[in-house]
């Protein structure tokens, strides 16, 4: 199976930058896609942005568009999300999750990321 671990959450001021990192381990062949996802409190879990394998291509949601940044190193078998201009409204928990195909085969366990204003 495959595992996902996220790590450099914490807490932040508005304006400030973070990244978190994703790192997979077991069947890392099986990542082709692979996204951060957030959840708020109260608020359902919401797309943040997805990579294909290789890394040329990348999505994201519009309200990150412009302000954070995907990226993988198949090497390491890690993600990256590059957070900058960060808001309050961006305090969540962020997920990496991945698969095949889908994006949401697999899960990590969550990173809490707080932005003070």
């Known amino acids: 199976q495959v595992q996902l671990v996220e790590s450099g959450g914490g807490l932040v001021q508005a304006g400030g930058s973070l990244r978190l990192s994703c790192t997979a381990s077991?069947?890392?062949?099986?990542?082709?896609?692979m996204a951060w996802f957030r959840q708020a409190p109260g608020k359902e879990r919401e797309f943040v942005a997805r990579?294909?394998?290789?890394?040329?291509?990348?999505s994201y949601a519009d309200s990150v568009k412009g302000r954070f940044t995907m990226s993988r190193d198949n090497d390491k078998s890690t993600v990256y999300l590059q957070m900058n201009s960060l808001k309050p409204d961006d305090t969540a928990v962020y997920y990496c999750a991945g698969g095949e195909r889908n994006i949401d085969d697999y899960w990590g366990q969550g990173t809490q990321v707080t932005v003070s204003s």
């Open positions: 990579i294909n394998w290789s890394g040329s291509s990348t």
């Open positions: 077991g069947r890392t062949s099986r990542l082709l896609v």
